[in-house]
């Protein structure tokens, strides 16, 4: 122990010179941002916004050309001519804060053992001090639904701001959410590089028939006045009562129609679809039943041979055609690196088709519909929670997405990684 102790000593400074930035403090000033072209997330624009905030709350959005008001009753003013002004971005399933570096097992905390764990709640793994966190918020990416993955049904998720000391302050909405991950009509073998043969899933409807089973002895426990509890049971309570959305993983039409069709069986009220690949083909019966899709990234490759080569840039411009509430998902490939890209790849999907303010919806405020936090977030109103941000030009270009001011319920938070850091550093050395 007394070995043990002189190591964790002798690390104690590094950890202390690594950790995140300290969290802002509690809004006290009023502020004023002027001049600014204000992207209210619900798809109007003001050229010349006057967006006003206290006590972490909004209070002004307005056009300069139409209003009149003394702007000495706020305490700070920003002028933001020429920059444009945003709601905070959301990223929805996401295991941000739950893997630091993939090749350490000790600091990946995405899923548990076990194929039906909706009482696994991702939230109390949420690391608030990643680095990752920091690199996402430099591209205006402010709020996440922390999700588990793994297994059939991997858990329950919530929604967090990021910028707390942990994982209690950071949450704004708490188990929101329950996953399913739907099981696939066929089977891949090899990997990219190699890709090895297709065959159908001959287990698919014995897959199907266990989710059955256990949503089936699930809603019974939640019927009645059980003598004894069972928390896995009891953790899907709030799907059949109608506080929690279901969110299914399914990409095939096949999978998304049996999906739908489960969950009216059982009469959950609120269900998402994630990954969304062919819900272009269902749109009907996703509309009729008032089910939104958060689509993959649209920086994907086709799934099959005989797609379109753009389909996933195109998809979300099909569903929202359709009527189909739309949000961005980034999960896949290095999930959590790429949070920071989650903006580009709604920018993506304006050069197929959406408009800039559709695809800004696509990771405001359809994504705070779909998660339930709409009343208080995902757009510039008054009333709602003051997350939003500056940048010098278009949040959604790659080549323009600067940020200069953000702020996350009203607090200024600090814009800087480790990255910046190294830059800044090397930079320095390279001026000498």
């Excluded at 953000?406 to 990684?417: C, V």
Aim: contains cysteine; charged residues 25%.
């Amino acid at each position: 122990m007394k070995k043990y102790s002189i190591y964790a000593l002798l690390l104690l400074p590094f950890l202390t010179i690594q950790a995140q930035q300290v969290p802002a403090k509690k809004q006290e000033k009023s502020i004023l941002i002027q001049n600014g072209i204000a992207h209210l997330g619900n798809g109007q624009v003001i050229q010349n916004a006057l967006i006003g905030f206290k006590e972490g709350k909004l209070t002004l959005v307005a056009d300069a050309t139409l209003v009149k008001m003394d702007r000495s009753s706020y305490e700070n003013v920003i002028d933001a001519q020429g920059k444009h002004i945003y709601p905070g971005f959301i990223t929805p399933n996401s295991t941000l804060g739950l893997v630091e570096i993939d090749a350490v097992k000790a600091s990946n905390d995405e899923s548990e053992i076990g194929g039906f764990t909706p009482n696994v709640r991702s939230v109390i793994a949420y690391n608030s001090e990643s680095k990752v966190v920091e690199t996402a918020r430099l591209n205006g990416v402010l709020i996440a639904q922390i999700v588990p993955r793994g297994g059939r049904i991997s858990g329950t998720s919530s929604v967090v701001q990021l910028d707390a000391w942990n994982w209690q302050e950071a949450i704004i909405k708490e188990d929101e959410g329950i996953h399913l991950n739907f099981p696939s009509t066929f089977k891949k073998s090899g990997w990219w590089a190699e890709p090895g043969t297709i065959e159908a899933n001959k287990d698919y409807l014995k897959q199907v028939d266990e989710i059955r089973a256990f949503l089936s002895k699930a809603s019974a426990y939640n019927q009645e006045d059980p003598k004894e509890i069972d928390l896995v049971f009891k953790s899907t309570k709030g799907l059949f009562q109608g506080t929690q959305t279901l969110f299914i993983n399914a990409d095939e039409e096949k999978q998304i129609i049996d999906a739908v069709q489960l969950s009216k069986e059982f009469d959950i009220k609120k269900v998402v679809i994630v990954g969304g690949y062919q819900a272009y083909k269902v749109t009907d019966l996703l509309k009729k039943n008032n089910i939104a899709v958060l689509v993959n990234k649209t920086h994907n490759l086709p799934t099959l041979d005989n797609d379109d080569i753009d389909l996933p840039y195109k998809l979300p411009k099909l569903l929202v055609d359709a009527g189909i509430t739309v949000g961005i998902e980034n999960s896949g490939d290095k999930e959590r690196m790429n949070t920071r890209n989650l903006p580009f790849n709604a920018g993506t999907a304006v050069a197929y088709g959406l408009t800039k303010e559709q695809a800004l919806q696509t990771i405001t405020l359809n994504s705070a519909k779909i998660l339930g936090i709409d009343s208080f977030c995902g757009s510039l109103e008054v009333g709602k929670d003051a997350t939003l941000f500056i940048s010098e030009g278009d949040a959604l270009d790659m080549s323009t997405n600067q940020l200069t001011k953000a702020f996350i319920q009203g607090r200024e938070i600090i814009l800087e990684s480790h990255q910046t850091k190294l830059y800044k550093k090397y930079k320095e050395r390279y001026n000498q």
